[in-house]
């Protein structure tokens, strides 16, 4: 492109920069307006600590639905179904999801809170789970700290 003067060719860059970084994700939807972070999630969850005796760090996948703010996270438990995570993500790519699930046949219940980011592109999550468990036999309660990584299938 043959470009006329000092100014022209200023502006022409500046616009040409702007077109090509407005083509990118825009925070939690795409220009067409769908879910940059919705679908089928593999994790790594890493133990960073326990008060609950011996804890292995565990892989899972999950899978994740979002309407606009609104997000969404089913684990599979092997022979108890979805654990369902519901809370928010913020455009930034910042999210908060929590649980609470009962398993009558342990007297256990199961409260997990997670706080976490995904990265801008929507292809990756980096976040904290601090997870309560509850015999309710005994009252007692232990908590496992975990450290999720993950990736989007």
Do not use: K
């Amino acid at each position: 492109m043959r470009v006329r003067s000092l100014a022209t060719a200023i502006a022409l860059a500046v616009l040409s920069a702007g077109c090509v970084y407005d083509s990118g994700p825009l925070g939690p939807d795409d220009r067409d307006g769908r879910p940059f972070v919705e679908g089928r999630w593999d994790v790594d969850a890493i133990v960073l600590s326990t008060s609950c005796g011996f804890v292995g760090d565990e892989f899972f996948a999950a899978r994740v639905i979002q309407n606009a703010s609104f997000l969404e996270f089913f684990v599979d438990v092997a022979g108890s179904g979805d654990l369902r995570y519901d809370g928010h993500l913020e455009r930034d790519g910042d999210f908060f999801v929590r649980q609470t699930t009962f398993f009558p046949d342990l007297d256990v219940r199961d409260s997990s809170t997670v706080d976490g980011r995904f990265s801008y592109s929507g292809r990756t999550l980096l976040a904290t789970e601090i997870e309560d468990i509850t015999d309710l036999r005994t009252g007692r309660t232990c908590t496992v700290t975990w450290r999720w990584r993950g990736d989007r299938r």
